[in-house]
């Protein structure tokens, strides 16, 4: 039953701190309390072990032992012996009070995620812009900036174009984010920073590669598909794909010259890395 309570315990609650009292202490005290309660669950029953223990011989005129097999409890596990089944809890304290302070503990919302999202994104929007060296008043920066063709010309750190809120399930969330030039660890750094903004804490706990340029979880190839027939005819099915998607990129850049469709082998239309979809 305590292990049962203690799954029951993965959330978010609310808690009522009155004038006087420290944050600290009240999070110790909702502790103990919690620990109180997992650790006075009727503990199960013994597991048995056999134990051959000595005995008088039945049905003899001797006075002789002998050695019997006796189920008996074992009490490795027994409160007495190993001490209360929980010791520690972790609990976390969002928004702060201070001593003189009363109210509710409890803030993270998914308005107040969102916010936080919209000036993550606006930030880096403007970095974007920055690193892209156009001229903001011209019509070539306005045409590209309509068809989302802004890119950083030279190296620059990790760029968000996009980021939102799929799924909002305290004390879970799921992020779809949009970005260039990014690690998997910067990643999770940015989950991090989005706790640090909301005045909590906050761990990325899977990280999932979903697009990579025109190529979807749907285009990639599964083990069994490591082949030279399926991989020639998965670039034979992305080929238009990948041309057309490198005119769009480079057609600011390069006019209105044409690029080399699939039957003109001489240009590259495949990027050098076309599998990396999940890390």
Not at 157 to 171: K, V
């Given at each position: ?97 201070d001593v003189q302070a009363s109210g509710v503990l409890d803030h993270v919302t998914r308005a107040k995620l969102e ?165």
């Amino acid at each position: 039953m305590g292990s049962a309570g203690l799954a029951r315990l993965h959330g978010l609650f609310a808690v009522y701190k009155p004038p006087g009292l420290k944050w600290l202490h009240l999070r110790d005290t909702v502790e103990m309390q919690l620990l109180k309660g997992l650790n006075d669950f009727k503990p199960p029953p013994p597991k048995q072990r056999i134990r051959f223990l000595l005995s008088p011989v039945e049905d003899s005129e001797e006075k002789g032992l002998t050695l019997t097999a006796t189920s008996v409890p074992s009490l490795t596990n027994h409160p007495l012996v190993r001490g209360p089944a929980f010791t520690n809890l972790k609990i976390g304290v969002g928004h702060r009070l201070d001593v003189q302070a009363s109210g509710v503990l409890d803030h993270v919302t998914r308005a107040k995620l969102e916010r936080i999202l919209s000036v993550i994104q606006g930030s880096h929007q403007k970095a974007l812009v920055t690193y892209s060296n156009l001229d903001l008043q011209s019509q070539e920066a306005y045409e590209m900036a309509v068809r989302g063709l802004i890119r950083p010309m030279n190296k620059s750190p990790m760029l968000i174009c996009g980021i939102r809120c799929l799924h909002f399930a305290p004390p879970e969330f799921l992020l779809e984010v949009q970005c260039m030039h990014e690690t998997q660890q910067q990643l999770r750094k940015l989950v991090h920073e989005i706790g640090l903004e909301l005045r909590t804490t906050a761990v990325c706990s899977q990280v999932r590669r979903t697009r990579d340029g025109p190529f979807t979880l749907d285009d990639a190839l599964l083990r069994t598909q490591w082949n030279l027939h399926s991989i020639q005819d998965a670039i034979r099915a992305a080929a238009p794909r990948v041309a057309a998607e490198l005119e769009k990129s480079l057609r600011p850049l390069s006019g209105t010259q044409p690029l080399p469709g699939p039957a003109e082998p001489q240009g590259s239309a495949h990027p050098s890395s076309a599998s990396g979809l999940e890390p």
